[in-house]
């Protein structure tokens, strides 16, 4: 297992979601545009609503796992207008259409190992710059609706490593 830290991780977006295209060789197969000038990634991941139920009987609440969202993902990036993800985000923030994200970690234990990859389908809901101040490099935050399952691809450990 390789631990690891942010540095080196990648985004990418690609063109609006199909049904044909929701798993990791679909999505793999995609065409992506990377999100250039990301410094950070918001946490993300499936979170369970509870559903509980307290009987009068005895004053104790029953808890149970509810539906499941998977929430909002967050991309802090230094605004280049020239960049080409980052322009294709705003566009998709113009839209109500689903598209592709792929996150990749910089986290092959060694430099042959293949690195982690996560893919899911999102709505890009807004992507805000904020000019900051003046000791600040200006910046803009995506933020994105997750709308389908999260596939985790995990990183593989290639035979002839370093």
């Known amino acids: 297992m390789?631990?690891?830290d942010g540095i080196g991780t990648r985004v990418y977006i690609a063109?609006?979601?199909t049904e044909t295209n929701r798993t990791p060789s679909g999505y793999a197969s995609l065409t992506w545009t990377e999100i250039g000038g990301v410094e950070t990634v918001?946490?993300?991941?499936?979170?369970?609503?509870?559903?509980?139920h307290t009987p009068l009987a005895?004053?104790?609440?029953?808890?149970?796992?509810g539906a499941v969202n998977p929430g909002n993902i967050t991309f802090g990036c230094a605004d280049d207008p020239l960049d080409a993800g980052q322009i294709a985000a705003i566009a998709a923030a113009a839209t109500a259409r689903l598209y592709p994200?792929?996150?990749v970690a910089a986290d092959g234990a060694d430099s042959n190992?293949?690195?982690s990859v996560v893919y899911f389908g999102a709505r890009v809901l807004s992507a805000k710059?904020?000019?900051?101040?003046?000791?600040?490099?200006?910046?803009?935050?995506?933020?994105?609706?997750?709308?389908t399952e999260i596939d985790e691809v995990p990183s593989t450990a290639v035979t002839g490593g370093t």
């Open 2 to 4: 390789a631990i690891s």
């Open 15 to 17: 063109a609006a979601v």
């Open 42 to 52: 918001s946490e993300f991941g499936d979170d369970g609503a509870v559903i509980s």
């Open 58 to 65: 005895d004053g104790r609440t029953r808890q149970r796992k």
């Open 101 to 103: 994200i792929k996150v």
């Open 113 to 115: 190992d293949t690195d």
């Open 129 to 147: 710059v904020n000019r900051g101040s003046s000791s600040a490099v200006n910046m803009r935050n995506i933020v994105c609706a997750i709308d």
